[in-house]
């Protein structure tokens, strides 16, 4: 292979990050821009430990800083490295563990929607020997 080409294969260290193993995935968010103070939800369509790609009808331009609270994660900073008709994607100032967005919320009483606890109530109690009468 010819030298040249080799020493300029990789341009920038987001050419590294961009290399990495990216998730694909369909996941609802929230981005927001501290710049205009403007806050929606996305649907994160890939995720790595270095960035998103998000689908997102926003007009921003590159390089503008963005947060995005993933689920599992939290707020996460970074800056705007692409944009194309409704799509964008995020560079993270710091680098996540992509994983953990995709386990499962906890299964705690209080965050369930309130038909599930309705649900959850009704099989305990046809379940539970001691509210069963003998005939």
């Known amino acids: 292979m010819n030298e ?4 300029h294969s990789v ?15 369909f996941l609802k968010a929230i981005l927001r ?3 205009s103070e403007a806050e929606g939800e996305v649907r994160i369509r890939n995720l790595s ?6 689908e997102a009808p926003v007009r921003v331009t590159r390089g503008e ?4 609270n993933l689920r599992n994660i939290g707020w ?6 692409w944009v194309t008709e409704g799509r964008i994607g995020i560079a993270f100032d710091h680098p996540i563990d992509p994983k953990a967005a995709r386990k499962p919320t906890g299964s705690n009483q209080a965050d369930k929607p309130l038909y599930l606890k309705k649900l959850d109530e009704a099989s305990k109690i046809k379940t539970d020997p001691s509210r069963l009468r003998r005939i």
């Open 49 to 54: 430990a270095g960035g998103l790609m998000a």
């Open 33 to 35: 821009f501290p710049s």
């Open 11 to 25: 341009s920038s260290p987001a050419d590294i990050k961009r290399g990495q193993d990216r998730d694909s995935l």
């Open 76 to 81: 996460i900073s970074g800056s705007v490295a």
């Open 65 to 68: 800083k963005a947060e995005v």
């Open 4 to 7: 040249a080409f080799e020493k």
